[in-house]
């Protein structure tokens, strides 16, 4: 329950991030106040003007650029992303902020090793824009939500969930805004609990011991 493994090396993460990487710096910032027990050890990118770039060399933490761009298919591009994954030998693969979907072939290679922060109350509202979702269905409540990513869209087993009460005058990026200060602090506590060997996936549940 330390967040050490056997030989007493702390937890290795990799973070992937397409954008400006907000929640990768709630993750920067919890690893070095002690609040996560791990190291991260590279960035992964599909985009190489993502402001998350800025905040890894910030941190001296190494960077994969892995330029969607830049390849003929998503199959090619899968590969690619796969082959640095792997060489990240991390124990948890941490989405922040990665807008594309991550394919079977990359959820099967890290079962159970691979989380993601969606701004939305899942299973309500997956996929893109979860915060306008919620907002255009006029919802009183809505949130965040840290999961196992698994084979299904945003589906897999929830680990941290917090509400968020939309208010009177509320729009989407003020909704948006508060929905965000709860995600940099549901995602260094899903990513600690998963340091500290606490989560154990039962089914579709996650039960925290
Ligand atoms: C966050 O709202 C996250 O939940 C969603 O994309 C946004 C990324 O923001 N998947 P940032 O790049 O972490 O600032």
Not at 107 to 112: K, M, N, W, Y
């Amino acid at each position: 329950m330390n967040g050490m493994d056997k030989d007493g090396m702390k937890k290795r993460i990799a973070v992937l991030a397409s954008g400006r990487g907000s929640n990768f710096q709630a993750v920067i910032d919890a690893i070095r106040d002690g609040r996560v027990p791990a190291a991260c050890v590279r960035l992964l990118t599909d985009n190489p003007q993502a402001y998350a770039i800025e905040r890894a060399r910030a941190a001296a933490i190494p960077v994969t650029i892995v330029d969607y761009a830049a390849f003929p298919s998503r199959e090619a591009y899968e590969r690619e992303l796969l082959f640095a994954m792997q060489g990240c030998r991390a124990d948890l693969f941490v989405l922040a902020g990665y807008m594309r979907i991550v394919g079977n072939e990359i959820v099967r290679a890290f079962s159970g090793r691979i989380i993601n922060i969606h701004p939305a109350l899942l299973p309500s509202f997956p996929g893109l824009h979860g915060q306008r979702q919620a907002f255009l269905h006029g919802v009183k409540i809505s949130g965040c939500t840290v999961h196992f990513v698994d084979e299904s869209l945003d589906g897999g087993p929830v680990i941290v969930q917090k509400c968020i009460p939309l208010l009177e005058g509320d729009d989407e990026e003020t909704l948006a805004a508060r929905i965000l200060e709860q995600e940099h602090r549901c995602l260094p506590e899903a990513i600690r609990l998963f340091c500290e060997d606490r989560l154990v996936i039962e089914g579709r549940r996650v039960r925290i011991r």
